[in-house]
Each structure stands twice: as C-alpha cells, then as structure tokens.
C-alpha cells in the first residue's frame, strides 16, 4: 500500500507552542498509519560498452547523480565510462556503487542503460523482465531479435521513440553527430593517401570544389550539408518529400541545390560525385537501397561513400557494417565507409549529447515503472520493440517477416 503524505502548510503567524503541539500530534497519528513505501528504488545498470571501438557510455556522471537524488541505486562496470574522460571517482561522487564485472552489473540490475546494441559475448547476460534501455536497430539484425524474444527481454529501443510531433527526440542528437562526421571522414577519405580520388573538398581557387551528393534530407542530411556547405564544397541533397526539400531550399539558399528523389535523378547525380553521404531512414525499418550495385560503374573511381544507414541496413546495395579498426572498403573502385558506430569516434561529444536526451526518460521509466510509464506517455511506447517474448514493433516484424503483436494486445490495453 502506498500513501502520499502532504506535510501541513506552515503557519507564520502561530507561536513556537503551537507548532510543537502540531507535530507531537503528527507524530501520534503517524505511529497508527500502516507501513509506508517512502520510495521504490530501481536499480539501474551501467555496463561497458565492448563494440569495436565504442567508447561512449549510456550515462554522465550528472545522470547518476539525478538517479541517486530521486533514490534510486545505479551500478557501473568499473571502467565504464573512461573512454568519454569519466573517470570511476566521479561516478562513486554521483553516487554510484562500482561494480568489477560486466555480469555482476548485468545481473543486479533491473534496467539497463547502454549506447549500443548487445552484442555476441552480452546475449547471456540479458535475462527476463530485464528491462533493456538503448538503441537496438534491429530490423537488420535476426540475431540479437531472437535473443530478446527468447530471453523475454523488454526492448525499449532509442530509435523508435517519438515526442509529441512524431519526432525521433533519442535518435537526433546521434544523427546530428554523425552527420557531422560523415563530411569529416569523406574529405579524410578523398586524400589519395587514404584510398581516394585526391580532391580537396572545398577545392581553391582556380579550381572547383568537390561535389558532395546527399541521399536524404532529415536530420543526418541537414548537418551533413551545414559541415559540407561551410567547407565550400558544392552540395546536392536529394530526398522524396517536396516540403521538405522548399525547407533546405529556405534554410541555406544558394548554397545547396535540391533534387526531387528518382532512380534517375540518383544515378545521374552520383555519376558526378566525389562523396555520397547515404542519409535515408525509415523509422524503426530497414532502410531502403537507393543506389544500386549496377549504378556504381558510374561513380567516379576513388570516391568516397559513407553510408550512415548502416545501422538499418544501408541505403546502398553494396554496403555492410564496417568497424573503426577497419573501417573501409572497395567496390568497383569506390571506396566504402560503413561504421556502424560511427559517432563513437567523439565520445565524449555523444555521450553528453544522448544523455541530455535520454536522461528524462531514464528517470521516468525508474520512476513510475514500465507500464504507468509507457501508458502515460505514447510516445515512449513506440519504443518497445520486444516484450514478453513478443515482436511489438511493426517494422521490424515486417523487415524480418516475424509476427507482430501489438503491444496494447500483449499487455492486455485497450486500443
């Protein structure tokens, strides 16, 4: 049983008597009242990230002091934050209790916050009920799908949760950073030394500045173009949303030029590109693959591609994840960058921009639970991709052709 208990307004006006009568009385009517649950604590987990080259880390040590001042326990896998300059002193300062092992953390914990998805070595760690906070990406990954649904795990995933204007509020602030980045590892790229065509990006003067070909107009493709725009390179952004494409047209006028989306228009605009930047998504699904093998022939031999929806699966036909320890390859004399991680080069970067995302949602999910947590806001509820065994995100059932339950129906809601 759980009651609240509203401490009485103070009266400025009564005499020092009067109040300690008041609070001798409180004090007797208190000592009647059933046991009172002050406070549910959750225990929330911090594991070390292990992807190739991952160091980002699911919370700041901020984010573990807000836990631990609304009485909640965290647990962090020693080490778990030093890739991001978060040393474990400041941790235990936030109030966190330092843990020796990834399996230690993983099985105290009832939730668990993380950046990236779980990987081979971390399927046996996860356990049911377990409550799994972070990106999953799963459409393209069978694997780690069935793991959850035969762990039973519950799979809240970054990517898919939305905000009151269908927005993706946890996906953002990691598109934004990689698609930063995608121009800053293309012009690294296009340097002969490092596999490509030898073109300076903003070019000088006398000569032209690369062209720069962007697949995709949200997010990723918006600051893809701010870095490539401001590095004097000439910007072409194709997307299949005319609304969206008079938006990029009134943000950066002259600088850029637009392209309505076709087979056509793509094939024709890469033929003349020394980077594309892959930057289509579809929420929660498979990304479509809008360059095909066959137009390759086409592109420039020693350009570049960075393909940022590696994550879903890649917009480019000939792309498959790649690692920060080997990150490129080559086909058809076009060089590849595929990471699937890519914003875990800047860590420290990412880990503050996620968590100033995340971090709302952390603490609500510990503070009202899962189930008063997702009924009461709908947008969190888009999250879930797995519960109970089930697949609860339509995408992804789609994309791996698995049955879907919808989530309302696992749980037994009302539509």
Known sequence: MRISLNAPKRDSNAGFASRRRRLQNSKLWARNLPEVEINTKVIVGLPKEIKDNEYRVGLVPAGVRALTDAGHKTIVERGAGSGSGFEDALYERAGATILDSADEVWQGAEMIVKVKEPIKPEYERMREGQLLFTYLHLAPDKDLTRQLLDRKVTGIAYETVTDRRGALPLLTPMSEVAGRMAVQVGAQYLEKMNGGRGVLLGGVPGVPAANVVIIGGGVVGTNAAKIAVGMGAQVTIIDNNMDRLRELDDIFLASISTLASSAYAIHDAISRADLIIGAVLVPGAAAPQLVTRGMLKDVPKGAVIVDVAVDQGGCI???????????????????????????????????????????????????????????????????????AGKLTYEAVAAAQELEYTPLNETLGLAK
């Open 317 to 387: 036909e000939t792309t498959h994840a790649t690692t920060h320890s080997d990150p490129t390859y080559y086909v058809d004399g076009v060089l590849h960058y595929c990471v699937a991680n890519m914003p875990g080069a800047v860590p420290r970067t990412s880990t503050f921009a996620l968590t100033n995302a995340t971090l709302p949602y952390v603490l609500t999910l510990a503070k009202r639970g899962f189930m008063e947590a997702i009924t009461k806001d709908n947008g969190l509820k888009e999250g879930v991709n797995t519960y």
